[in-house]
């Protein structure tokens, strides 16, 4: 296994517009994170999957984020009517559950710039 | 979900000078996590911790979990280049927060 991947790498969108990222995170582990992460700042937390569930999102998301794990496998991260705001480095992360965290796995990230 | 506040924000350290990162919140963790990302990377896990007094050592790093399981700290002796980066440390019983980080500068 590869560990996580991300893709795409590098995104520049026109202010407005929807984007969506794919996270494919290693194959046994049934936790999957996002992240989002500015310059300087540490990760911020978005949103967690247990397989297929969503167990917990952020307040801090608004609801032009929406998060899917249809499958229990890759996840998808699409950010409607992208705003300036929204340019950052979009992570994802995956480890073995549930009974109780361990190693976090990283992908390389996405990073998104809005125009 | 749970906040942990990492001090100092920047240390810079000439090569072989120690270095401290500390890792606070106000409630009891039960689990804490520390992670390295190298400029320009990604956050690699280095290590658990989640015993109360707990305390483990990598070589020159040294973290420990604090007796209340309130606070957590990395200690990094004789310092090299390649120790460069932020280091933040993280908690959740579900979920995983993470600290605002300590970025670490070492001057040859």
């Known amino acids: 296994d590869t560990g996580v991947s991300q893709d795409p790498r590098h995104k520049i969108t026109k202010r407005g517009q929807n984007v969506t990222f794919r996270c494919d995170p290693i194959?046994?582990?049934?936790?999957l994170y996002w992240y989002r992460q500015t310059l300087g700042q540490g990760p911020e937390f978005l949103t967690y999957f247990q397989n297929e569930a969503q167990l917990e999102k952020s307040r801090l998301l608004s609801d032009r984020f929406s998060a899917e794990r249809p499958k229990g496998s890759f996840s998808t991260l699409e950010i409607q009517r992208t705003e300036q705001g929204d340019s950052a480095m979009y992570l994802c992360?995956?480890?073995?559950?549930?009974?109780?965290?361990?190693?976090?796995?990283f992908g390389q990230g996405t990073r998104l710039t809005v125009v | 979900g749970q906040q942990v506040m990492q001090i100092p924000q920047y240390q810079h350290v000439q090569e072989g000078e120690d270095f401290t990162t500390y890792c606070n919140s106000s409630t009891t963790l039960s689990n804490i996590q520390w992670y390295k990302q190298r400029p320009g990377g990604h956050p690699v896990f280095l290590i658990q911790l989640v015993k109360s007094g707990e305390v483990k050592k990598q070589k020159r790093l040294t973290f420990q979990f604090g007796e209340a399981k309130k606070n957590s700290s990395l200690h990094i002796t004789a310092t090299q280049t390649t120790d460069v980066g932020t280091y933040f440390c993280?908690?959740?019983?579900?979920?995983?927060?993470f600290g605002t980080g300590t970025r670490l500068t070492v001057i040859p």
């Open positions: 992360a995956s480890s073995l559950g549930p009974a109780k965290n361990t190693e976090a796995f």
């Open positions: 993280a908690t959740g019983a579900n979920n995983l927060f």
């Open positions: 194959s046994e582990h049934n936790r």
